[in-house]
């Protein structure tokens, strides 16, 4: 077999056409398995056990971790703390000048002549809540698919400053789907270990619906006027935030009328919530895509993946914390009230506001619970309204052609994770053990010139080389250098006939529920200057891992996509009819998206 590393000539004369009967053509959709419509937990995902994680915990220096649980009584104490020195600052007299010149709350005229809440704010409170449920829930179950965040780019195990799982064990073959864990059903939507998929959809798709709703609640909060209760208007806000917090803390709570206008606390907390929040929700969301990042280099190099990552679960804490507070603080400063000014539109002491919130509450609750089961037992409605949603945008980020030359060798990542269902069969290890010297790529379909390539005369096409960065599905990244030859170069060699519309790649591999490991692409990706078969990784010929002979990268896609120990590429016109016809194994079995561009 010739040296891997050795470069040929350009020049080098293409491999000869062959014949491939229709029966060679078929010979791999009839080694695929469709996946099921319901969900059975005992067999979900290869009957992956449903592994629980540890105790969240953020490292404090190189190697010391601090259990978060910790915080509970940690904060407690402080607050007990909080609360003795407040009661003691009452009573010290520049302090009591300092509450008497800042009460609180700043009562602007306009606030006076137009008191009260539309019932557009009420109507958007409550679903703004309900969309929340399943942000919040789909998105821890993302994040236990890889339980670990870094403010690095690269995911190199121990360099991570946020983990919910163990250090990974001594085993150069440990895949991030192992490192995965699981949830309760109550609180991940839907709470099965490595249910990905589906969690997209759900946050996807909720997160469109949510976007949606915040821009006409910023149409109307500007158009209305009610922007003025919630952004600051002059900078005596920031004393009078602090005289409130020093008032609730001694318990001795400061007069309310948010009928007409919030307090400082509360505005500088709405504030940030709606205009500082919300927005880097949505810009560290999309700072997680692998076709914005490959496109947008300049972005992605102060944002990286990981980063973004890193932030948009900050985001979630202060959600989580800002909701907390907000309920607490309704129900101890006058519950009926607080409740009838955004439920009932009056400012009284009746219980029509109460009332109307116990029915958002069922409601809510009845969906909280239903939505687990209701995935479990309809994962394809969930997949398809999903995409329903998203698709438009996915559709729209993956046109988005790029360029080499955001990396350099500098760059590589020290460790890359590995993935996927290793191959084990007879066929791929009498390949391995003869150093692939029989291995050979089919290439069929919708072309004019199918074809049977060694792995010496894929090195003898002309070489390609690109240093991208890997998006997994799961969250993690990491960079590497590729070489190969471009999918230009097989089309040029191919032909595709105008009919094909699709390329489908086939695996050595079989996916966790057996039945070979495939992934469909659009035709138009494969003359994406980043679209290639790559057989060397970091200058060495792939290692089994990650995907010896021959995978693929398409950077405008996420990497379960990326098929690795490639035998076959089939151009067509549609999926349908292979395999599940979803257009990949993970679309068929485990309800991924075959556009995964976001």
Request: net charge neutral; proline share 7%; charged share 15%.
């Amino acid at each position: 077999m010739p040296d891997p590393r050795e470069r040929r000539s350009n020049g080098h004369e293409p491999p000869a056409p062959v014949e491939i009967s229709p029966d060679v053509v078929r010979s791999f959709r009839s080694q695929l398995t469709p996946g099921e419509d319901v969900i059975d937990p005992s067999t979900w995902a290869g009957s992956i056990p449903q592994a629980q994680g540890i105790a969240p915990r953020v490292r404090i220096g190189r190697s010391r971790w601090f259990n978060l649980l910790w915080l509970l009584p940690i904060v407690f104490v402080a607050l007990i703390v909080a609360v003795a020195a407040a009661k003691g600052l009452r009573n010290v007299a520049p302090v009591e000048r300092f509450i008497a010149r800042y009460p609180g709350t700043i009562e602007t005229a306009g606030a006076r002549t137009t008191p009260g809440f539309p019932a557009w704010v009420g109507v958007q409170h409550f679903f703004n809540l309900f969309l929340m449920i399943f942000i919040i829930r789909s998105g821890l179950q993302i994040l236990a698919d890889h339980p670990r965040l870094y403010w690095t780019r690269h995911s190199t195990p121990g360099k991570e400053w946020f983990r919910a799982q163990t250090a990974i064990p001594n085993d150069p073959l440990w895949t991030a789907k192992q490192d995965s864990i699981r949830l309760p059903r109550q609180v991940g939507l839907p709470g099965l270990r490595h249910t990905i998929g589906l969690a997209r959809w759900w946050h996807l798709g909720t997160d469109a619906i949510w976007l949606l709703n915040g821009l006409v609640f910023y149409v109307l909060l500007f158009t209305t006027g009610q922007w003025r209760r919630v952004v600051p208007t002059t900078w005596a806000v920031f004393p009078n935030a602090l005289s409130v917090l020093i008032q609730y803390l001694s318990l001795h709570w400061p007069t309310e009328n948010g009928w007409v206008a919030y307090n400082g606390l509360q505005l500088l907390a709405y504030f940030i919530t709606i205009f500082v929040a919300a927005p880097l929700a949505l810009i560290t969301g999309l700072g997680m895509s692998p076709a914005l990042s490959a496109r947008f280099k300049r972005v992605s190099k102060l944002l990286s993946i990981q980063t973004a990552r890193s932030m948009h679960f900050m985001v979630l804490v202060w959600f989580l914390a800002f909701i907390v507070m907000h309920v607490t603080l309704v129900f101890a400063t006058g519950t009926l009230n607080n409740l009838n000014h955004v439920y009932a539109n009056r400012n009284d002491e009746s219980w029509i506001g109460s009332a109307v919130f116990a029915a958002s509450m069922l409601l809510c609750g009845v969906a909280w619970v239903a939505a687990t089961p209701f995935t479990l037992h309809r994962p394809r409605v969930v997949q398809r309204v999903g995409f329903a949603l998203v698709g438009p945008a996915q559709r729209l980020f993956e046109h988005v052609d790029s360029t080499p030359g955001e990396y350099t060798e500098e760059d590589i990542s020290p460790y890359f994770w590995h993935n996927g269902e290793y191959p084990d069969s007879d066929e791929y290890t009498a390949l391995f053990d003869g150093n692939f010297a029989d291995y050979r790529l089919r290439i069929n379909g919708l072309v004019a010139n199918p074809v049977d390539l060694t792995l010496a005369e894929l090195r003898a096409l002309p070489h390609h080389e690109q240093i991208t960065q890997h998006f997994c599905i799961q969250g993690w990244s990491g960079i590497a250098k590729w070489g190969g030859v471009s999918m230009q170069t097989i089309m040029d060699l191919v032909k595709p006939t105008p009919e094909a519309k699709w390329v489908v790649f086939y695996s050595l591999g079989d996916g966790a529920d057996t039945g070979v490991y495939y992934d469909a692409h659009p035709i138009e990706q494969m003359s994406y200057h980043l679209t290639m078969l790559a057989y060397d990784m970091n200058d060495e010929p792939l290692s089994f891992g990650h995907g010896a002979p021959l995978r693929l990268r398409n950077e405008t896609q996420l990497g379960f996509k990326q098929v690795k120990w490639i035998k076959g590429v089939e151009f067509v016109a549609d999926f349908t009819d292979i395999g599940g016809g979803y257009g990949g194994y993970n679309e068929d079995h485990e309800f991924f998206g075959y556009r995964q561009s976001i």
